[in-house]
C-alpha cells in the first residue's frame, strides 16, 4: 500500500460525493449494521427463549451479542463488497470494512477477557485495564493501516535484530511470538472458564469431581496453548527440557510446600473429604468452606474474616468436618436448679421449649438429661440439633437459652447460688509451749446456712 495512501482515499471519496453512487455504499453501510443488529438481536431472543432459567447462559449471550451484532454487519459488508462494485466505486466500503473488523476485533478480545477473568457480573480493575490497553493498540493498528505506515512498520521491526546468545532474533519475530502466546493463553482460559461453567451446572457429578475435572481441563487447555503458540512461532520444544530440568531441581529444593498444596488439592476433591459448603475445623481456624482452589481453600468464619489456608494442611494433619456425612450439628446448654425441683416435669418443659426455636431440629429433637448432683444443685443438660451451622451457633443458643430461662420463670424454679464453708482457725494461745485449741465455726458467705 503505498504511502499517500490517505490522500488519495480522501480524494477518491470526495470524487464519490460528486456522484450518486456514493449514496449507495452508504445505503449499504446502513444497511448491513442494521440487519447486523437485528439478526444478533434475534439470535439471542432464540437462546434465551429455548433456556430461560439459566442465568449463566444470559449472562454469556449478553456479553457475546455484543461481538456478534458487528461480527454480522461485517460479514455482510464483505459480501456486498464485490456485488457493489460492478456498478459502483466502494471507496467509502474500503474504510468501512478495517473500521469494522477493528471494532469486532476490539469486542471479541473484552469478550474473551471477561469470560476468562470475571466472575459474573463483576469486572476487576486490571481486566478494565488489559481492555484499554488492548483497544488503543487495536485502534493503533487502524490508524498504521488507514496511513500507510503498516508495512514500513513492519519492514522496520524485521530489520531490526536482536542477538540472543549465538541466535539473532528480529522484533518481528517476537512480537509475533508475544502475540501468539497471549492470544493462544486467552482462549485457553476462555475454553476454560466455559467448560467450568458448563461442568459446575451438572447436578449428577458431586461437586468435588466436577472441580477436578474443571482444574484438570483448565491445565490441560493452558499446556495445550503453550506448546502450540510456540510451534507456530518456529522454536523447537526440545529445548523445553532444559528448563523442565532446572523446574524439577527447583521443586526438590524450595517448592516442596507449594507443590504439595497443588497435590494436596487435587487429593481433597478427589477423596471428597471436603466440599464447599461444609463447616470445618483445622488447626484454629473454623469457618465455612466457601472456595477450593488448586493450591489453597478459603474458610469464611462466623465473624465474617476469610481466611486463606494452604491444601497441605488439610491432608497432613487432622480436620474436623461438622457435615461430611450430614449437616446435622449437636448443641447443648447447661443449667442448675434447686434440689427441691421436679426434675420428672421439668426435663419435659425444657424440651417443649428447645422445639419452639425455629433454628432447632424437629426431626431429632431436643433432649434434656440430668447430668450429675452438683455441690450446690442439680445439673441439667439440655441438647439440641440444628441442620444449618454455617449460620453460626451463637444465636441459637442464645435463643434455646431464653427459652429455658422463661421456663424456669413461670414455674417458680430457683437457681441456687454458690454455698461455701469457712473455718476459721483463730483461738488465741494460751501459755508458750501448750498447743492452741483449735475451735471450729461455720460461717456461710452465699446461701443459706448449713
Known amino acids: 500500500m503505498p504511502i499517500n495512501f490517505v490522500s488519495g482515499l480522501l480524494s477518491d471519496l470526495w470524487s464519490d460525493l460528486r456522484e450518486p453512487g456514493v449514496l449507495w455504499q452508504m445505503a449499504t453501510i446502513a444497511g448491513c449494521l442494521l440487519l447486523g443488529w437485528s439478526l444478533a438481536r434475534l439470535i439471542r431472543a432464540a437462546f434465551v427463549r429455548r433456556s430461560p432459567d439459566e442465568g449463566i447462559l444470559r449472562i454469556g449471550l449478553e456479553s457475546f451479542s455484543r461481538v456478534l451484532a458487528p461480527t454480522i454487519s461485517l460479514c455482510l459488508v464483505l459480501v456486498a463488497r464485490p456485488i457493489l462494485a460492478q456498478a459502483h466505486h466502494i471507496n467509502l466500503l474500503r474504510v468501512a470494512i478495517p473500521l469494522l473488523a477493528s471494532f469486532v476485533l476490539v469486542r471479541l478480545s473484552f469478550y474473551v477477557l471477561r469470560r476468562a477473568f470475571s466472575h459474573g457480573r463483576q469486572v476487576s480493575a486490571s481486566v478494565v485495564s488489559i481492555e484499554k490497553l488492548v483497544a488503543a493498540c487495536v485502534w493503533i493498528g487502524f490508524a498504521l493501516y488507514i496511513t500507510g505506515l503498516w508495512p514500513d512498520l513492519i519492514d522496520l521491526l524485521e530489520k531490526t535484530v536482536l542477538p540472543l546468545g549465538r541466535y539473532k532474533v528480529s522484533l518481528l519475530t517476537i512480537l509475533q511470538a508475544v502475540v501468539s502466546v497471549m492470544g493462544t493463553l486467552m482462549v485457553a482460559l476462555w475454553a476454560g472458564a466455559a467448560l467450568e461453567q458448563r461442568l459446575m451446572r451438572l447436578d449428577s457429578v458431586h461437586s468435588s469431581i466436577r472441580a477436578v475435572m474443571a482444574r484438570m ?160 444443685g442439680l445439673e441439667i443438660e439440655l441438647g439440641f440439633m440444628i441442620v444449618d451451622p454455617e449460620n453460626g451457633t451463637f444465636g441459637v443458643t442464645s435463643d434455646v437459652n431464653l427459652a429455658v430461662w422463661r421456663v424456669l420463670q413461670s414455674n417458680n424454679i430457683r437457681i441456687p447460688y454458690n454455698q461455701r464453708e469457712i473455718r476459721i482457725l483463730n483461738e488465741p494461745m494460751p501459755a508458750v509451749g501448750v498447743p492452741p485449741i483449735a475451735k471450729d465455726i461455720a460461717a456461710p458467705t452465699l446461701g443459706r446456712t448449713e
Open 217 to 376: 481441563a483448565r491445565a490441560v487447555l493452558i499446556l495445550i496453548a503453550v506448546l502450540v503458540s510456540l510451534s507456530l512461532v518456529g522454536i523447537d520444544l526440545t529445548v523445553l527440557s532444559v528448563f523442565g530440568g532446572a523446574l524439577g531441581v527447583g521443586i526438590g529444593l524450595g517448592l516442596q510446600k507449594i507443590v504439595g498444596s497443588y497435590i494436596s488439592g487435587f487429593v481433597i476433591l478427589l477423596e471428597r473429604s471436603m466440599a464447599i459448603g461444609d463447616m470445618v475445623t483445622v488447626d484454629k481456624y473454623y469457618g465455612q468452606v466457601t472456595r477450593i482452589n488448586t493450591r489453597y481453600t478459603v474458610l469464611r468464619g462466623l465473624d465474617g474474616v476469610e481466611s486463606v489456608i494452604p491444601n497441605e494442611l488439610f491432608v497432613s494433619g487432622p480436620m474436623q468436618n461438622f457435615s461430611l456425612s450430614d449437616r446435622l450439628l449437636r448443641l447443648s446448654t447447661k443449667v442448675t436448679v434447686a434440689y427441691d425441683t421436679d426434675i420428672e416435669k421439668l426435663l419435659p418443659l425444657l424440651d417443649a421449649a428447645a422445639a419452639t426455636v425455629p433454628r432447632v431440629s424437629k426431626e431429632s429433637p431436643p433432649s434434656a438429661v440430668l447430668r450429675f448432683f452438683g455441690p450446690d
